[in-house]
């Protein structure tokens, strides 16, 4: 079972980047997602969660208001939708899968171990 990010990449400030992270050999349908960064030099930071059974939605502070974050169960895929990107949204970004019913926000944890399934990361990088 795995999940791979794609996406990420060099973007000005102001831009936009949508970022994807496909799951494979799990039931897709019976995790929450959420999607967590890690700045250079600094700890990880929870981004965006979304619940399966719901569909609700939850931000961090520093990305509300710009980033929306979508599923869709057919295609085993979690979006996240970054606008107004700033020089302090540039890190690796992590989607990772818990199982639904058991996942509570804000996380109680950003370690790996904490989650059912995480993937390897994609770069982004806002810059001029």
């Known amino acids: 079972a795995q999940l791979v990010e794609t996406g990420g990449g060099l973007v000005q400030p102001g831009g936009s980047l949508r970022l994807s992270c496909v799951a494979s050999e799990f039931t897709f349908k019976d995790y929450a997602m959420t999607w967590i960064r890690q700045a250079p030099g600094k700890g990880r930071e929870w981004v965006s969660t979304i619940y399966s059974n719901s569909g609700n939605t939850y931000y961090g502070d520093s990305v509300k208001g710009r980033f929306v974050i979508s599923r869709d169960n057919a295609k085993n895929t979690v979006y996240l939708q970054m606008n107004d990107l700033k020089p302090g949204d540039t890190a690796v970004y992590y989607c990772?899968?818990?199982?639904?019913?058991?996942?509570?926000?804000?996380?109680?944890?950003?370690?790996?171990?904490?989650?059912?399934?995480w993937g390897q990361g994609t770069q982004v990088t806002v810059s001029s």
């Open positions: 990772a899968a818990a199982v639904d019913w058991t996942y509570t926000v804000p996380p109680s944890s950003l370690e790996e171990d904490a989650y059912d399934y």
